[in-house]
C-alpha cells in the first residue's frame, strides 16, 4: 500500500522529482513523517475587510490573518491511523510572526481515489484537491467543492462566495537544496484573500503514528 498522494496520482506520482516523492511519500506504509523548518519570505493578505473571515478562521486553525516578512514557520506530515480506521496524514503549519505561533491545522484522507483535506481542530471543512504533476516535477494542488461540518446534525456545501479557492505550488530545488512552497486563497468575487511563500529544508523521522498534539479534537466521519 503506497502513501495517499501516490495512490491519488497514479503513474503520475513517478514524475514528481525524487525529493518531492520523498516528501509526499509519508505514510504508514513508508514508516517515516516529514518535518520542516523554513522562513516565509512575504505572508500577505487581501484588503482590510476580509480580516473578519481571517480572525474568525482563526478560532479554529482554518485561517491566519498574520502578515510579515522572513516569517519563521514549521511543517509537520504524520502519518497515523485515525479512530475511524482511515490512514490519515497531518498537515500541520506554524508561523511565527509573534511571540505567539499562528497554527494552520489540515489533515488528508484518501476518498474515492482523491485526497480529501480536512481543515480546522475539529474538521469542520472538508475540501476535495485536484493534483496535477509540473514539467519540472513540482505539485500542484487546487482546491475544490468544500463541506462544513460541525456536531452531528449541521452539514452542508459551504458557497464559494463566502469562501476561497487555494491554489498552492511546491517544488524542490536541487542546486539550493531546498523546498520551495507558494500559496494563494482567490475569491471568485473579492479577488485575493490571502497567500505566501517560502522555502524549507525537511527531515524523514521514522514514524506510523503522529503526536496528539498535531490530531484534530474530532474526527469528522462525513466525507
Given at each position: 500500500m503506497s502513501s495517499i498522494f501516490e495512490r491519488a496520482l497514479g503513474e503520475e506520482f513517478t514524475r514528481l522529482s525524487p525529493m518531492m516523492q520523498k516528501r509526499f511519500g509519508v505514510g504508514l506504509e513508508s514508516g517515516y513523517a516529514c518535518i520542516g523548518t523554513g522562513v516565509m519570505s512575504r505572508i500577505r493578505r487581501g484588503p482590510w475587510w476580509v480580516l473578519p473571515f481571517l480572525y474568525i478562521g482563526k478560532l479554529r486553525n482554518i485561517l491566519i490573518p498574520d502578515v510579515g516578512d522572513h516569517v519563521p514557520f514549521t511543517i509537520e506530515n504524520f502519518p497515523y491511523r485515525d479512530p475511524l480506521g482511515r490512514e490519515t496524514v497531518t498537515f500541520v503549519r506554524e508561523y511565527r510572526v509573534h511571540k505567539k505561533p499562528s497554527r494552520f491545522d489540515a489533515t488528508?484522507?484518501?476518498?474515492?481515489?482523491?485526497?480529501?483535506d480536512y481543515l480546522g481542530t475539529h474538521q469542520h471543512l472538508a475540501v476535495d484537491l485536484d493534483l496535477t504533476v509540473g514539467d519540472d516535477g513540482s505539485l500542484h494542488l487546487t482546491s475544490d467543492e468544500q463541506r462544513f461540518y460541525e456536531g452531528r446534525f449541521v452539514a452542508f456545501r459551504f458557497p464559494m462566495l463566502f469562501s476561497g479557492r487555494a491554489e498552492l505550488h511546491e517544488s524542490y530545488d536541487d542546486a539550493a537544496e531546498?523546498?520551495?512552497i507558494r500559496m494563494e486563497v482567490r475569491n471568485p468575487v473579492f479577488g485575493f484573500l490571502f497567500g505566501y511563500e517560502g522555502e524549507f529544508?525537511?527531515?524523514?523521522?521514522?514514524?506510523?503514528?503522529?503526536?496528539?498534539?498535531?490530531?484534530?479534537i474530532r474526527h469528522e466521519s462525513r466525507v
Amino acid at each position: 500500500m503506497s502513501s495517499i498522494f501516490e495512490r491519488a496520482l497514479g503513474e503520475e506520482f513517478t514524475r514528481l522529482s525524487p525529493m518531492m516523492q520523498k516528501r509526499f511519500g509519508v505514510g504508514l506504509e513508508s514508516g517515516y513523517a516529514c518535518i520542516g523548518t523554513g522562513v516565509m519570505s512575504r505572508i500577505r493578505r487581501g484588503p482590510w475587510w476580509v480580516l473578519p473571515f481571517l480572525y474568525i478562521g482563526k478560532l479554529r486553525n482554518i485561517l491566519i490573518p498574520d502578515v510579515g516578512d522572513h516569517v519563521p514557520f514549521t511543517i509537520e506530515n504524520f502519518p497515523y491511523r485515525d479512530p475511524l480506521g482511515r490512514e490519515t496524514v497531518t498537515f500541520v503549519r506554524e508561523y511565527r510572526v509573534h511571540k505567539k505561533p499562528s497554527r494552520f491545522d489540515a489533515t488528508m484522507i484518501l476518498n474515492d481515489g482523491r485526497v480529501l483535506d480536512y481543515l480546522g481542530t475539529h474538521q469542520h471543512l472538508a475540501v476535495d484537491l485536484d493534483l496535477t504533476v509540473g514539467d519540472d516535477g513540482s505539485l500542484h494542488l487546487t482546491s475544490d467543492e468544500q463541506r462544513f461540518y460541525e456536531g452531528r446534525f449541521v452539514a452542508f456545501r459551504f458557497p464559494m462566495l463566502f469562501s476561497g479557492r487555494a491554489e498552492l505550488h511546491e517544488s524542490y530545488d536541487d542546486a539550493a537544496e531546498v523546498y520551495r512552497i507558494r500559496m494563494e486563497v482567490r475569491n471568485p468575487v473579492f479577488g485575493f484573500l490571502f497567500g505566501y511563500e517560502g522555502e524549507f529544508h525537511c527531515e524523514f523521522p521514522p514514524a506510523t503514528d503522529a503526536p496528539e498534539r498535531l490530531k484534530p479534537i474530532r474526527h469528522e466521519s462525513r466525507v
